[in-house]
């Protein structure tokens, strides 16, 4: 039985094969990877995430800071100022994380959000995802006793393609119109010619908005106005999803929590809330980084009139997880 018998309209489902879990990172091919290396000339390196601990309080009410514990010896001791009972001058420590894995810097998987769609074209919605994986038959439901997972479209798919190539830096943050600061595909295509950037098929974008700016200055006394008041991509610019497609780029990265904005964005009923999301994740298969900080490396880049470096930003090869903390590197 083929999984799906309808695609949604403009999507590539099967354009990398069946059984893909990957989709646009197949276009990170070892040439363009070495394309990226080559823009690592001075070899100088800046961290691109946020301290997993960030952002200092809620954007996302389910979404909560890591909490580190101690984990616990053969012994049943705790295991931090470790002693082997029997002598020895060893001391240890070794602790455990309980961990929202977006939470703060993260990648979404290709299956962390899906759409309702009717893909066997039984007159009947399905939950799908991109390639027409189904929640119904390609995840494991949580419920009493019984951890969730992926069994398609995992991170750890991701993973294993080692998310490195060419980063693209746009800085938006003087892009956005209106009251809401949303950035469209005139807007978008304004800042990339100005920066001189290119974007070329399997480059990562990474959209850099200053959000990320003001929870590192800020902490947990970001001022909420503030960060609302950084722009956003606008998920419903039919022109700007278009490019995206167009364009070939194999990720999306932004400092700010979802890449798109949701704020001051009309939607028809019954569309998407998240429709850069669908278009991204769902239809094209295009991984999603969000809450990344670009702080350090845009000033450098902008010193240097240079819009590309290297990235290097693999998720934790953690199977059946739908998303993961990042900790991306920009190399320039
Ligand atoms: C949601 O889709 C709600 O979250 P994220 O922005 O992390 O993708």
Same mark, same amino acid.
């Given at each position: 039985?083929?999984?799906?018998?309808?695609?949604?309209?403009?999507?590539?489902?099967?354009?990398?094969?069946?059984?893909?879990?990957?989709?646009?990172?197949?276009?990170?091919?070892?040439?363009?990877?070495?394309?990226?290396?080559?823009?690592?000339?001075?070899?100088?390196?800046?961290? &691109?995430?946020?301290?997993?601990?960030?952002?200092?309080?809620?954007?996302?009410?389910?979404?909560?800071?890591?909490?580190?514990?101690?984990?616990?010896?053969?012994?049943?001791?705790?295991?931090?100022?470790?002693?082997?009972?029997?002598?020895?001058?060893?001391?240890?420590?070794?602790?455990?994380?309980?961990?929202?894995?977006?939470?703060?810097?993260?990648?979404?998987?290709?299956?962390?959000?899906?759409?309702?769609?009717?893909?066997?074209?039984?007159?009947?919605?399905?939950?799908?995802?991109?390639?027409?994986?189904?929640?119904?038959?390609?995840?494991?439901?949580?419920?009493?006793?019984?951890?969730?997972?992926?069994?398609?479209?995992?991170?750890?798919?991701?993973?294993?393609?080692?998310?490195?190539?060419?980063?693209?830096?746009?800085?938006?943050?003087?892009?956005?119109?209106?009251?809401?600061?949303?950035?469209?595909?005139?807007?978008?295509?304004?800042?990339?010619?100005?920066?001189?950037?290119?974007?070329?098929?399997?480059?990562?974008?990474?959209?850099?908005?200053?959000?990320?700016?003001?929870?590192?200055?800020?902490?947990?006394?970001?001022?909420?106005?503030?960060?609302?008041?950084?722009?956003?991509?606008?998920?419903?610019?039919?022109?700007?999803?278009?490019?995206?497609?167009?364009?070939?780029?194999?990720?999306?990265?932004?400092?700010?929590?979802?890449?798109?904005?949701?704020?001051?964005?009309?939607?028809?009923?019954?569309?998407?809330?998240?429709? &850069?999301?669908?278009?991204?994740?769902?239809?094209?298969?295009?991984?999603?980084?969000?809450?990344?900080?670009?702080?350090?490396?845009?000033?450098?880049?902008?010193?240097?009139?240079?819009?590309?470096?290297?990235?290097?930003?693999?998720?934790?090869?953690?199977?059946?997880?739908?998303?993961?903390?990042?900790?991306?590197?920009?190399?320039?």
């Amino acid at each position: 039985m083929p999984r799906w018998l309808k695609r949604p309209e403009g999507s590539n489902w099967g354009a990398f094969g069946d059984e893909d879990q990957v989709g646009r990172m197949n276009l990170v091919t070892p040439e363009r990877r070495r394309r990226a290396l080559a823009e690592a000339k001075e070899g100088q390196c800046f961290f &691109l995430g946020l301290p997993l601990d960030y952002p200092q309080g809620k954007i996302f009410a389910g979404r909560n800071p890591p909490r580190l514990e101690p984990t616990h010896g053969s012994d049943g001791r705790v295991m931090y100022d470790w002693t082997f009972a029997d002598g020895g001058s060893d001391v240890i420590n070794d602790d455990r994380v309980v961990l929202d894995l977006q939470y703060s810097s993260q990648w979404d998987g290709l299956s962390h959000y899906g759409c309702c769609f009717d893909a066997d074209s039984d007159g009947v919605a399905e939950h799908v995802f991109y390639n027409g994986f189904r929640s119904d038959r390609d995840f494991v439901q949580p419920g009493e006793g019984v951890a969730p997972r992926a069994l398609a479209l995992g991170i750890e798919n991701l993973a294993r393609t080692c998310v490195q190539g060419r980063g693209v830096l746009v800085d938006v943050r003087h892009a956005g119109a209106g009251p809401h600061a949303l950035v469209g595909y005139e807007a978008l295509m304004r800042a990339i010619e100005a920066q001189g950037a290119e974007v070329e098929e399997g480059d990562f974008l990474c959209i850099y908005t200053g959000y990320g700016d003001l929870l590192m200055r800020d902490g947990e006394h970001v001022d909420r106005a503030a960060l609302a008041a950084c722009p956003g991509l606008d998920g419903t610019d039919r022109r700007l999803l278009d490019w995206i497609d167009r364009s070939g780029l194999a990720a999306i990265c932004a400092d700010n929590p979802m890449v798109e904005k949701m704020e001051g964005v009309e939607r028809c009923v019954g569309t998407a809330r998240l429709p &850069l999301h669908e278009h991204c994740l769902v239809k094209l298969g295009i991984h999603l980084g969000e809450f990344w900080w670009f702080g350090a490396i845009a000033p450098w880049l902008a010193a240097h009139r240079r819009a590309h470096f290297l990235l290097t930003a693999p998720p934790l090869n953690l199977p059946g997880a739908v998303g993961s903390p990042a900790t991306p590197v920009g190399t320039v």
